[in-house]
Structures are given as C-alpha cells and as structure tokens.
C-alpha cells in the first residue's frame, strides 16, 4: 500500500525524506508515478487537476499539504464519502502568528510609510498612536486567527474576533454571525483576515462591506484572496478610504504581472507564504491518520463537507 504526493508545482523530496525518516516501511509515490492505483490508501493534495483522485478505488483519505482545503473541494468527481483532511499544525499556526503580529506593528508604526520615504531619501516623522487605542479585528477565529489573535493581544492591543459560531478565546472580544460583521468593522482600524475560502466568505469584503471600516483602516488578508473584492480594494485604496494593505493572497496566483497590486504605494505584496507546512511537523499528523484509517478509528482535522472547511 502506498501515500501518493499529488501536489503541482511543490518540491515532493522534504515530504519524501520526512515520510522516510519517521516511517520507513510506508511507500511514498509522486504523480503521476503512483503505480497500482488499488495501492494508494492516502493522496497529500495541493491542487490536484479535477478528476485526479477519482482514480484510486482504495483510497481511505486525502489530506491537504496545508490549512486550506478548497482546492479538493472543487473537484467535481470527488468521491462522495471520500474524508477530506486539513493541516492543523504548531509550526504553521506559529508561523501565521508572526506573520499576523509583524503585519499588524508594521502598519501599526507605519513601517510601510518609513520604507517609502527611505526609498525616497526623505526624513518624516508619522504619528505613534497608543497601542491601547489602534482596534484590531480578526475574521475567522479557528486554529491560525485565535492564535494570531492572543498574540497580538499579547503586545496591548485591543483585539475583537469575528467567527460562524460563539468561540471563546482567552484575552480577545468574539463576536458572531452576518448580524454582528457590520458593528465589528465599524471599529476596527486593522482588519487581518484568517477565514477560508467557502460559498460563504467568497466575496465577504466588497465595497460595502470595506466601506464601513473607519476612515484609513488597513487590512492584512492571509486567509484567501476571493475574501476580497480585489477591485473594491483598489479603489478604497485610491480613494485613502483604506490607508494601507498587507496582502499575502490573492483572486489569482501567482499574482499576475500586470496587477495593479504589486507597485500600489499603499500595498505589501507577499507570495502565499504567511506561513509555510513544514513536512517534518506534518508527516506525524499524515501516518496518524493513517493508522486510525486502517484501525478504523475516527480521523484527526477532518472537513465538514457542509461547511466546506
Ligand atoms: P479553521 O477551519 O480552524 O477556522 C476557520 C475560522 O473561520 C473559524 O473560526 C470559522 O468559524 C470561521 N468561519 C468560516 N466560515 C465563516 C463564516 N461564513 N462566517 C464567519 N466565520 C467563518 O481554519 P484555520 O484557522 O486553520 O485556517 C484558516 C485559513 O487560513 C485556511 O482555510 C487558509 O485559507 C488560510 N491559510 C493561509 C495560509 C497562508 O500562508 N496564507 C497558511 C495556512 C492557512 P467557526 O469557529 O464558527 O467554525
Ligand atoms: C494554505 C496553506 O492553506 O498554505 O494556504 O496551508
């Protein structure tokens, strides 16, 4: 029996040493070599083509190389029943927090504007509001936002979450529900976006919805690019209705050439790596799930096909 790697565009040879090093035994195939199909019992995905998984009859789960599993979700010929994982890990979700926190004190201080004027040999000094007073929000209040939220809370700010269901996070405000999203953006100067893509948060910040922000908020987006109408943002952009971007995912990535984002004053471009699996911590997760399927005991992280995350 055999763990195929199904995912384009990634670098197979740390997830094959890893899976070597903590199990030997187990076969690691890489697509399209994945031989018998009736031998691959588990697929680790990171956008398969539609149609790919169908192909395996014995095939117990598919897990995603990360967080995000909506690249499995839109194949269309998934197998009905098929469990489909995600990564819940301590390095991924340390790695979101840092990035969250370097994101919120870099807009917080204003670094964005101090790199500019550098760039431009000019000497400025900006505004240093309290930390007590700069309102942070959080979307999506899971494995990575409620970390990222604590530790931004850790540093003083005021931090609120916003989540589906009640969550209760130590040290932060949660609010939840479409009712409450209006009153949580209307008092937030930094918006960090942490929800996955679904049917539901598709297009959640459209031009409505960032224009009840306050006046020269930012907003940090390392959930998933179609959370926000990029056009929308552009143009809020513009306008200095929102001051300032943190961008980290996008509608189409790799960020096209042409897009206005990359050399917008107001906008820090990062490609997709707000935090990055790391297949020695994931592989333990990976043949966990492996000996529960073939115990027949209930899998670890998997998705709700209903809520589609
Ligand atoms: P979780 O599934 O643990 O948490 C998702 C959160 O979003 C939950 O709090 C959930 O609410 C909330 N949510 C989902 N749908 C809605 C909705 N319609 N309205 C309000 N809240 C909603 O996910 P993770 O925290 O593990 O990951 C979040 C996302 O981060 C991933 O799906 C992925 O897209 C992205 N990601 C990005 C990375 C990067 O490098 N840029 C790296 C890793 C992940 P509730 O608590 O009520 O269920
Ligand atoms: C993701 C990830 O889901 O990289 O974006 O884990």
Redesign the pocket.
């Known amino acids: 029996m055999a763990l195929l790697f199904l995912a384009a565009g990634r670098d197979p040879a740390p997830w094959r040493d890893a899976f070597a090093a903590s199990a030997p035994d187990e076969a690691f195939r890489v697509w399209p070599d994945a031989g018998d199909p009736a031998e691959v019992e588990a697929v680790i995905a990171w956008g398969a083509e539609p149609g790919a998984l169908a192909r395996f009859p014995r095939l117990r789960f598919v897990t995603s190389l990360?967080?995000?599993?909506?690249h499995i979700l839109a194949d269309p010929t998934l197998p009905a029943g098929l469990p489909v994982l995600?990564?819940?890990d301590p390095l991924?979700?340390e790695?979101?927090a840092q990035?969250c926190v370097y994101a919120v004190l870099r807009l917080h201080r204003r670094w964005d504007l101090y790199d500019r004027a550098q760039a431009e040999r000019r000497w400025v000094r900006y505004e240093q509001v309290p930390t007590a007073e700069r309102r942070i929000g959080i979307?999506?209040?899971?494995?990575?936002?409620?970390?990222a939220g604590r530790a931004i809370a850790g540093l003083g700010f005021p931090v609120t979450?916003?989540?589906?269901?009640?969550?209760r996070v130590t040290g932060l405000e949660t609010v939840?529900?479409?009712e409450a999203?209006g009153p949580f953006l209307a008092r937030t100067d930094i918006l960090v976006c942490?929800?996955?893509?679904?049917p539901?948060?598709a297009g959640?910040l459209d031009a409505r919805r960032l224009a009840l922000l306050p006046a020269g908020a930012a907003i940090v987006n390392?959930?998933?690019g179609s959370l926000i109408d990029e056009a929308a943002l552009l143009a809020a952009l513009e306008s200095g209705r929102i001051g300032a971007a943190m961008l980290?995912?996008f509608a189409t990535e790799p960020l096209p050439a042409g897009s206005p984002l990359w050399d917008h004053p107001a906008v820090t471009v990062t490609p997709?790596?707000?935090?990055?699996?790391e297949p020695r911590s994931i592989v333990a997760q990976i043949l966990e799930n492996l000996r529960r399927a073939r115990a027949g005991e209930p899998l670890l992280n998997r998705?709700d096909p209903a809520?589609r995350?």
């Open positions: 990360g967080a995000g599993v909506e995600r990564v819940v991924l979700t790695g979101m990035y979307l999506g209040l899971g494995a990575l936002g409620s970390a979450g916003w989540s589906r269901t009640p969550r939840h529900g479409p999203l942490l929800l996955p893509h679904t539901a948060t959640l390392a959930g998933r980290d995912v997709h790596v707000a935090s990055i699996s998705v809520r995350y």
